[in-house]
């Protein structure tokens, strides 16, 4: 027999639209922070390499090519993006 407690909820609130236009600082330097890194090309030593940042800048890695870099945000189930 099932109680109140046992049941599930056979439906979920859409997600709130939120008007970037209002975020502060510190919520519009935090979006994306965990979902997006950037990859951006850098010589190290005298070679060619391409360095990933998380979305607030934070260095996280190199790599030595610039798929590598994408496969290996891409396997954080991350997004990337390429900075030029």
Do not use: C, K, W
Not at 30 to 35: H, I, K
Not at 72 to 81: C, F, G, L, N, S
Request: aromatic share 4%; glycine share 4%; no cysteine.
């Amino acid at each position: 027999m099932n109680t109140p407690n046992d049941s599930v909820p056979t439906h979920q609130a859409p997600p709130r639209a939120i008007d970037i236009r209002h975020l502060s600082a510190e919520q519009l330097q935090a979006l994306g922070v965990s979902q997006i890194a950037y990859v951006r090309p850098v010589t190290v030593d005298g070679a060619n390499a391409f360095s990933i940042h998380a979305a607030d800048g934070t260095p996280m890695a190199l790599a030595g090519d610039q798929d590598v870099a994408f496969a290996a945000i891409r396997q954080h189930d991350m997004v990337p993006a390429l900075v030029h």
